[in-house]
């Protein structure tokens, strides 16, 4: 498996979908914690929990993150 | 399916976990001061950015927007009062070092909270119209530290101090600088312009202020211009640096004000180092710089450009009326056409070719050139000379520069006119003598000219050009027809027609015999082949070759004016003549008979006649023989030549008296053409458009115009308008 810049996205019920930087910088939010000058938990270990985020949806929003790449650029 | 309840179905929204929590925002506020806590003490990697951002959007959410904008600024401000606090407590020059590095620390912090509090940002902020995060940390930073009352002057002399540092040639931390400056253009353009740049405009202008005092003591003009330029470049140069590029031309003009325009007059005038000096001794540089500052200063130009233009009118001035320079013309126009080189040369190099200045230097040249009232004869003999033997060797190109430098200067001449008579006399003397170094060059200078003043001007000058060439081809044809004579003295005849040359009145003398027979043969054979014309001889114009033995044998050519050669010619039936026998016999005029006799007996070295008393000069009763002891160490010699020279009195005046009487002419010529247009016009207008129209040959009198208006109403070309004395119309 090459090993790509990824980052991991954990859901409420710890579901982990390991889904491609570029994909992920999609969202403004998750952008704006990824490059943070602060060094803030999530920086430094590459992954972002979700507590109130079910697997189900957070599966819908990676998809959603792999459509935008293809089609919104 | 009819039911008896009827069931109403409501689709409801998709509800948030509903809060029920009252503590809920506290709890939540807490967890965020927290945060904010940690953040400014450098401790965010315990932190979940996720959990946080997630607590901030909750309150939102739920309405808490106000608490939190609230409780953000609290906190922030309470922070900034304890950074301040440390700032303060810095150490001299570690003060700067202090505030960079917290303005560092609050920046980082200032993002990372923005980061958190993004949905704020975005939705609460603009519904409320409150400042952004980012802007509302900058604002806090500024209003908590930098006006809090110890931090603001402090901060302010440290910087000026430095930059006073640097202005006295220390060095110091530009980095830091540049940082501290940009952290003030950060926090708002006002706060740049109120804590900074304005008191640091008004200390550099004292700075300067003393610091040119100081020099313009003890410095000479070309090495206070050097330390000014240096200043003015050291200035750009911070400003390149560590400030605010807007600032750029404001200092530049704090140093070119006090450093240049207050001291402007000083230092052009300055004694043995001013503008008058730099000028004299060619001093390029200088006087570059000097262009290059004073360009910066309204004003500037114009006092160097005045300040020449005078200086260049005084040394125009003694130029054209010391009496000692007017004695040799050719040496007067050649200084001339020196100093129009130097000025030139400065204009070009030091001034970067500045129109302005060239029309200065065109206007001052016309001004003095035109004092003395000789200088078109001066010009037209400098050329005569050039074109007799100074062009000699010289190659075609330079020959072109120097006939347009003599342009140059004719085009200054305002009497044009006086400048064509003496060309025209002094080419025909040198036409007739043959000689002209080179017919190209003559050749050249007319078509110069004729693009400068028009057809007018130069069509007699190639009528005599015309002739000449006329002349050659009927001695060819003469010579021709007339086989037989060839073994005869060789004729050669220029005709000259009498409008294009120059006219001398002339009295023919009596030729000896052997020439007069072929000047009736030629006379006879040109009126052959054209009818109608009229021949007479000039006799004070030509030139003659004679072969003559002198007593011990010597064998020599001389070459003599034909005065000259009647008189020689008269000796060879009589060995001793009386100057009476001379005069009678020959019929040449007394004055250009005693002067030819005195070039051929008086003259060392061309004496082959012998007079009685040996006297120079020629009196009624003398006796001339043949000097038979006459040597020379030439076959050929030359004897009396005339050469084209300087006027004397009489002359000058008579060739001034002729220009005037053609201008009467011309003046009442250009008086109809302008009058045949308008019909009527009245006076002043009159004047105007005639000193207008002939301002290309001469500058016209108003007198003068006035008199020829009169001589016009006489002859009923023109008439006085009835009800208006001043008013003149136009007679058909």
Known sequence: MKRKDTVKLISADEMEFVIDKDAVMVSQTIRNLLTSPGGFAETKLGEVTFPEISAVILERICQYFYWALQYSR | MSNQKKRNFQIEAFKHRVVVDPKYAEKTWSILEHAIHEIYNHNASGLSFEELYRNAYNMVLHKFGEKLYSGLVATMTAHLKEISKSIEAAQGDLFLEELNRKWNDHNKALQMIRDILMYMDRTYIPNTHKTPVHELGLNLWRDNVIHSSKIQSRLLSMLLELVHRERTGEVIDRGLMRNIIKMLMDLGSSVYQEDFEKPFLEVSAEFYMGESQK?????????????AELRLNEEIERVTHYLDVKSEVKITNVVEKEMIANHMMRLVHMENSGLVNMLLDDKYEDLGRMYNLFRRVPNGLS???????????????QLVTDAEKLK????????????????????????????????ALNSSFEYFINLNNRSPEFISLFVDDKLRKGLKGVSEEDVEIILDKVMMLFRYLQEKDVFEKYYKQHLAKRLLSGKTVSDDAERSLIVKLKTECGYQFTSKLEGMFTDMKTSQDTMQGFYASHPELTDGPTLVVQVLTTGSWPTQPSITCNLPAETSALCEKFRSYYLGTHTGRRLSWQTNMGTADIKATFGKGQKHELNVSTYQMCVLMLFNNADRLSYKE??????????????????????????????EPMSKDIGEDDAFFVNDKFTSKFYKVKIG???????????????????????KPQIEAAIVRIMKSRRVLDHNNIIAEVTKQLQSRFLANPTEIKKRIESLIERDFLERDNNDRKLYRYLA
Do not use: W
């Open chain 2, 215 to 227: 020099f313009i003591e003890c410095c000479d003009c070309g090495d206070y211009l050097k330390k």
């Open chain 2, 582 to 611: 001379v005069e009678q016999a020959t019929g040449i005029p007394a004055s250009d008979l005693k002067r030819c006799l005195q070039s051929m007996a008086c003259v060392k070295g061309k004496n082959v006649l012998r007079k």
């Open chain 2, 303 to 317: 006092t160097i450009r005045d300040v020449m233009t005078s200086h260049l009118r005084e040394i125009g001035k």
């Open chain 2, 641 to 663: 030549t005339v050469v084209a020279q300087k006027e004397s009195e009489p002359e000058k005046q008579e060739t001034r008296q002729r220009v005037e009487e053609d201008r």
């Open chain 2, 328 to 359: 040799d013309p050719v040496e007067f126009v050649q200084r001339l056409l020196d100093e129009k080189d130097k000025y030139d040369s400065i204009i070009s190099q030091a001034f970067s070719n500045d129109k302005t200045f060239q029309n």
